[in-house]
């Protein structure tokens, strides 16, 4: 049974960091699209990055260039999202999705695209 687990969120000050983490079960990620998406409370769903797990390349939200960094280990079977430099507007509830069909970064921000989600893991960034 395809599987996808968040873990890595908690509670962070301003300007400090963390890393998500997305571990699959059921499925190799190997050639999978893998997202990161975030929904803060009132907010509709949004995308954060991406990453093609065939050939590494990767996208991100304007909102989060240069501060977090997506990657992806294939023989753990798990997607990392390092997120620094966060900000209260980081606040959200994260999850990841895969699907196995994408394969244009900018449709990898979109949350329609994906077939399969996690469960979600809270980041909230606060003094």
């Known amino acids: 049974q395809l599987q996808l687990v968040e873990s890595g969120g908690g509670l962070v000050q301003p300007g400090g960091s963390l890393r998500l983490s997305c571990a699959a079960s059921g499925f190799a990620l190997d050639f999978w699209f893998i997202g990161w998406f975030r929904q803060a409370p009132g907010k509709e769903r949004e995308g954060v990055s991406c990453?093609?797990?065939?050939?590494?390349?990767?996208n991100y939200a304007d909102s989060v260039k240069g501060r977090f960094t997506i990657s992806r280990d294939n023989a753990k079977n798990t997607v990392y999202l390092q997120m620094n430099s966060l900000k209260p507007e980081d606040t959200a509830v994260y999850y990841c999705a895969a699907d196995p069909y994408l394969n244009n970064l900018n449709l990898g921000l979109r949350p329609s695209e994906y077939e399969s989600w996690g469960q979600g893991t809270q980041v909230t960034v606060s003094s």
């Open positions: 990453i093609n797990s065939v050939d590494g390349s990767t």
